[in-house]
């Protein structure tokens, strides 16, 4: 029962209103807040530096996209793969971009993981083993990034750091730690897991006891669902024991494209930065924002780009960069996730016609 209820969820994520919703948000904080960069930034000379775009580093950045997106789907399709030999390399890179559209549209990235699961079950992919790989990829995520935290740290000159950007690193932290915590203890101590589920559903249904009934079905759906990905991911761990730290590499060498396409945006700007500056700088950017309370991350992306990469940009040139870098890292791959996207949409509302009729 509980996994049908999780299908229901996860095809709720495809709610017409709530994406264009999350869009409209995407976009108007994304707007407002290049805004006050650029006129606090001496704009009309940010309009100049438009015209000195070197192209050729432009084509780079866009082979590095293209790279970005493949790796993407290879850490979904290494599984699939032994899962499913027969579904091709292309139904994991839609349901990567549809992974990147929903969860720049979603606050924390929230249908991220829904709307891969759906793209694979859409496609023959049992729900069960399709969620197992999202959790599985999911927890390379979790290990790599506060690891990749830590060390842009220590290599970083965080001297000029103050403001905002020591709470955001905060909270990323405090989250990643949270959900690392909770996706071990899911893994190795699922019964464990299932108890404190358990335990919280009764503490707050007492304090609110008109939500009780609703609070302990959740629990219990909870706990049969943590039991059954849990098995699900034991066995294809133990199955293919190799993939996990094949994973684990392919989610560094993905972010590592990341950072280093963001060296290759200033190049195109005709800036000489420190690589390895630029890396530490993107990789606390890249962590500060993947769990913020926005769609996308918009407006603290922004924030801390402006901030962190105020002491190696040109004043004039930061709204150019900021622009350039949201649109590599996420305009452009959502674009393309958003008419995958669509195009379920659109399938989906012609199988209800046929239904009706």
Known sequence: MAIKDDKQDVKSIFNKNMIIKGSLWLALITIATLAVVFFYSNGGKSLNALAHISWKYMLICGVMLLADMMLGSLRNHIYIRKLNPELSHWVSFRANVANVFMGAVTPAHGGAGPAQVYVYTSNGVSFVDAFAVSLINWGATLVFMPLAGFAAIMLMDTSAVSGIIPGMLKYGFGFFFIFLLVFLLAFYRPVLMGDLIRKLARGLGNLFPARKEKLLAWAEKSYTSIATYQQTCVVIIRKHPFLFPLSLLITTVLYLNKYVLQYVILLGLGINANLAQVISVQVLIQFM???????????????????????????????????????????????????????????????GLDVKR
Do not use: D, H, N
């Open 289 to 351: 924002i993947y769990f913020a309370p926005s769609p996308g991350g918009s407006g603290f992306a922004e924030v801390g780009i402006s901030v962190l990469f105020g002491k190696m940009v040109p004043g004039a040139l930061l709204p150019v960069f900021t622009l350039l870098q949201r649109s590599f890292l996420l305009f452009f791959p959502s674009m393309i996730g958003a008419y995958v996207v669509i195009s379920l949409l659109k399938r989906q509302a012609g199988r």
